[in-house]
């Protein structure tokens, strides 16, 4: 026996309605997976710009630093130019003038 018409399309809009129902509940599912992952990647690339960046920089002052070894180990006059101004050593028989760079305070 088949059931009445009435009930038969009674029955299609509530299917109809649960597959309209699960394809948003999918839809928003994905919406959101493909959310997230979108923003992951947007960080995880920022965080490679960031990375690229300090390398290059990185790199930059370790070529600094190497010409700056080489130039200790190989040049006489930079090695006495430092040890002058920056350790403030002297040749025997040299005497050292300091004078102040400012003024002192006039006295009241």
């Given amino acids: 026996m088949t059931p009445p018409t009435s009930q038969v399309m009674r029955r299609a809009p509530v299917r109809r309605r649960l597959a309209v129902a699960a394809v948003a509940v999918l839809a928003l599912g994905l919406a ?5 992952n979108t923003i992951a990647l947007w960080q995880m690339q ?7 960046r300090d390398v290059a920089r990185l790199s930059e002052q370790q070529k600094k630093l190497e010409e700056l070894a ?3 180990r190989n040049d006489p006059a930079y090695i006495e130019k430092v040890a002058r101004e920056e350790m403030g050593m002297v040749r025997e028989g040299e005497t ?3 004078f102040p760079s400012q003024p ?3 006295n009241r």
């Fill in 32 to 36: 959101v997976f493909a959310g997230r």
């Fill in 70 to 72: 080489e130039r200790l």
């Fill in 46 to 52: 920022r965080e490679i710009a960031t990375a690229e």
């Fill in 96 to 98: 050292i003038l300091k």
């Fill in 104 to 106: 002192p305070p006039p």
